[in-house]
């Protein structure tokens, strides 16, 4: 360990601690390092490692084994018996989580998993002696019910005092500038909201903050390595291109066909189905206009095409895999007559937009072909990348954008491997609900696993590789996407690791990237003000709101009070496709919070 990571450790094995360090800076290491002392020193309660996403939780376990197989034990068998990498197989858990109380001592998988274990009794909060939260700044997305959000406020709360886990903390972005001085222009008024959302954040741990400032290091790498200015303040470079609001004869021609398949699937059913689906191609339209304007003409047409192809799979290829909502074994069957009916009339109407949209297609490709081209954004950035490629020798990069979908199309466009999140379950819009582009974890090791090789040099990803994916073959980072946030904007930049990185952004019609620059100042009044905190300082306060809790006292099984709501109305949901009773459009279930 380098000298401020021994440091850090120190700090951590007498209370809770939010650690602030740049990427790169070996956070994951000063973890490994805390587990290794907490397991020599428990025998009966567990370390819990969690990541948000399934990728990084994957690639995290393979860094604490190796470290802690190494460095602790000496033994990477050992080390294997006491690490377990949790994988989620439904509500319930899968047939690896039933192994916790006999084989680990240290679990590594994302945060729903955990809040899943906890609900039904598989674990306690006081069974934990360190709970380790990567990327610990979610936390703070209280308006999404992130899962650390539930860990902290549902469980880490109720439990008591003096059987509470030691909290760790670790994140690169702590403050989000769509939350902390948005639009401040004065750099001491940034400075000022940054160290307020700072004790926020670590109030909502429990913890002191923790950082290493570069003059305190007797390492010269280390000291650059903490350098937060040297990294945010590099100059920020743009590629230029023209683009346009008005949409190719082509791409209109797709969004009118599309639009009016809505209007044909309207009898075949009423109320909140139909309403849902209205909505979801209603969006859908949208995400085509986009990328038409993005991508070009023929991304345009793949995207229809890809619809095509969805809706002619059967209810169970579309699945593919669990759902994390299965029913109950006391109420399953009375919920199979409604999850039948459920199943049968969205296939009704699959079948019927399957037809219209063969029907509006065919008509789309008797009248017109999309140009050959890619769009002046797509061009622009291909040729730009050649030229890296050129004046390089290959060196690597990787392209970030938003949309799903978008990432699959430019990837296919560019000739190269692209990475998105899992796209299943709701909430996830239009390319979620209609399946226009899945992947599995198997996708993501094969996708990374060409690209650190010299089988692919550009990535084209969307955010789930942000967030702590370690490729240190990087050099150059392109934002397709202007980001939305200064944490965006240091998560795609930190994933460029290579010597010189560079940092691209696509700028239209002359825009000299002022957006960008703003988010990059609050960045940097982000680590000014955690370099300047006294960490000294006892822990902030935040007093969570007053939660709710159905508990069964025998087992511990816990479940939140909003938990339950949503339980509650994924079911109601369900069995108002059985015997049409309920009406969801009443004011009690259009709403969870109406409960």
């Known amino acids: 360990l380098r000298d401020y990571q021994r440091a850090c450790v120190g700090h951590v094995s007498a209370r809770n601690t939010l650690v602030v360090l740049p990427p790169n800076a070996g956070k994951t290491f000063i973890a490994a390092e805390a587990i290794a002392e907490t397991l020599d020193n428990e025998e009966a309660r567990v370390v819990v490692f969690l990541a948000p996403t399934a990728v990084l939780a994957e690639q995290q376990y393979t860094v604490l084994l190796e470290r802690l197989g190494s460095q602790v034990h000496g033994d990477a068998a050992l080390a294997r018996r006491r690490l377990l990498l949790l994988k989620g197989g439904g509500a319930h858990g899968s047939d690896d989580d039933s192994r916790v109380a006999d084989e680990a001592q240290c679990l590594v998988g994302t945060p729903q998993l955990l809040v899943l274990m906890l609900t039904h009794g598989r674990l306690r909060m006081s069974d934990i002696a360190l709970l380790v939260l990567d990327e610990a700044h979610k936390v703070a997305e209280a308006a999404n019910n992130h899962p650390y959000t539930v860990l902290m406020r549902c469980f880490y709360t109720r439990c008591a005092a003096d059987k509470r886990p030691r909290v760790l903390g670790l994140t690169a972005t702590p403050l989000d500038s769509d939350r902390h001085a948005a639009r401040e222009a004065d750099d001491e008024a940034m400075h000022d909201s940054a160290k307020k959302g700072l ?23 280390a000291a650059r390595l903490l350098e937060w200015p040297s990294f945010v303040s590099q100059p920020l470079e743009s590629i230029a291109y023209v683009a346009s609001d008005e949409l190719d004869p082509h791409s209109k021609l797709v969004v009118e066909a599309v639009g009016r398949v809505a209007g044909s699937i309207a009898g075949e059913v009423e109320g909140t189905l139909w309403a849902a689906w209205q909505r979801k ?10 990328i038409a304007r993005e991508l070009g003409a023929r991304s345009c047409d793949r995207a229809a095409r890809l619809l095509l192809d969805q809706l ?13 909502f299965e029913p109950d074994r006391q109420i399953e069957e009375a919920l199979a007559a409604a999850a039948t009916r ?5 296939a009704r109407l699959r079948a019927t937009a399957l037809a219209a949209l063969e029907r509006e297609l065919s008509r789309v490709d008797e009248t017109s072909q999309p140009e050959a081209g890619a769009s002046w954004k797509v061009e622009a950035l291909r040729r730009k990348l050649e030229e890296w490629e050129r004046s390089t020798g290959g060196q690597k990069a990787i392209v970030f954008m938003r949309e799903r979908v978008a990432c699959r199309l430019l990837g296919e466009e560019l000739g190269c491997e692209w990475i998105v999140a899992d796209g299943g379950g709701r909430g996830g819009g239009a390319s979620s609900t209609f399946g226009l582009v899945r992947q599995t974890a198997e996708d993501h090791h094969r996708a990374l696993a060409r690209f650190r090789s010299d089988a692919c040099r550009v990535l084209v990803a969307t955010q789930v590789l942000a967030e702590g994916i370690d490729v240190p073959e990087c050099q150059l980072v392109v934002g397709f996407d202007a980001p939305d946030t200064s944490r965006e904007l240091t998560q795609w930049r930190g994933r460029a690791r290579a010597a010189e990185p560079r940092y691209l952004h696509m700028a239209a019609n002359g825009d000299g990237g002022a957006h960008i620059e703003r988010l990059r100042r609050l960045a940097e009044a982000t680590h000014r003000a955690a370099a300047a905190w006294d960490l000294g300082s006892a822990p902030a306060s935040f007093d ?15 479940m939140p009070e909003e938990e339950a709501k949503s339980y509650l109305h994924s079911r109601v949901y369900e069995m108002s496709f059985g015997d049409g009773e309920i009406d969801l459009s009443e004011k009690h279930f259009s709403e969870r919070n109406n409960f």
């Open 199 to 221: 004790g926020e954040l670590a109030g909502r741990l429990d913890a002191t903050l923790w950082t290493a400032r570069p003059s305190e290091s007797q390492d010269a790498d």
């Open 281 to 290: 191609w209603k969006d859908l339209c949208t995400l085509l206009e986009k």
């Open 312 to 324: 002619k799979l059967t209810h169970e290829q579309r699945r593919g895999r669990r759902t994390s």
């Open 342 to 346: 459920n199943v049968q009339l969205k």
């Open 544 to 558: 969570w709101p007053t939660s709710d809790a159905i508990v069964e006292t025998e087992t511990g099984a816990t």
